[in-house]
């Protein structure tokens, strides 16, 4: 299995605090992504990271930040937690190259309240 | 733009009887597509991938792939279920010429009864 672990697993918060979720990876791939996926919709992308410090938005980014400071980890931050952000979180990473899959870490299951 | 679609959300079929999810990709690009399976409260492992050698592609678990350009589909098939198999099925399109963002359909839940 690929190395991607996320923290936490669980997270139960109140509606407007700050949360973050982290993605560690020990593969040394380039690229990160984070996704969200809810009943009926699949995986979205929320944000992606092509290097150190280099991010770019996906199709869902709006209440979402990221960075990525460091090679093998990248961060996902919710500014100020709302119920529409109850979700499983997953992180994914990809090396560069054709046909290349993507690799998933275990998911974060996050219940704003 | 890539995407794409899945066209059934429930699949049910009885144990020992073939399987069909059906997907039909866009992409302005010769696509790179794959098939992704998700058991009940676990993560995403891969099936199996198109990499344009063959256009019949062999997975995990006895599941088989047909890229038909012409029709712009990536049905997954096995030819016997198994009840193992109950689990959401995801086709997924990267976008190789984008930091190979992979977008995902919607899923199909395949219910396998006994």
């Known amino acids: 299995d690929a190395g991607i672990t996320q923290s936490p697993r669980h997270k139960v918060t109140e509606t407007g605090t700050p949360v973050t979720l982290r993605c560690h990876q020990t593969?040394?791939?380039?690229?990160m992504y984070w996704y969200r996926q809810d009943p009926g919709h699949g995986l979205r992308l929320i944000h992606y990271s092509y290097g150190v410090k280099d991010t770019d938005k996906g199709e869902v980014s709006d209440g979402y930040s990221v960075s990525r400071s460091k090679t093998e980890d990248f961060l996902l931050t919710l500014e100020s937690a709302t119920s529409s952000q109850t979700s499983v979180y997953f992180c994914a990473i990809s090396d560069q190259g054709a046909n290349t899959e993507a690799f998933f870490g275990q998911g974060t299951r996050l219940t704003v309240v | 733009a890539q995407s794409v679609t899945q066209l059934d959300s429930h699949v049910s079929v009885s144990e020992g009887t073939p399987v069909l999810l059906r997907c039909n990709y866009s992409?302005?690009?010769?696509?790179?597509l794959f098939w992704y399976v998700q058991h009940p409260n676990k993560g995403l492992q891969l099936l199996l991938k198109y990499t344009s050698a063959a256009t019949l592609v062999k997975g995990i678990n006895g599941f088989e792939a047909e890229f038909k350009k012409s029709e712009t589909s990536f049905h997954l098939t096995k030819p016997s279920a198994h009840m193992s198999d109950a689990a959401e099925y995801f086709c997924v399109v990267s976008d190789r010429r984008n930091f190979n963002k992979f977008y995902f359909g919607s899923g199909t839940k395949l219910n396998v009864k006994p």
């Open positions: 593969e040394n791939h380039r690229y």
């Open positions: 992409s302005s690009y010769s696509p790179s």
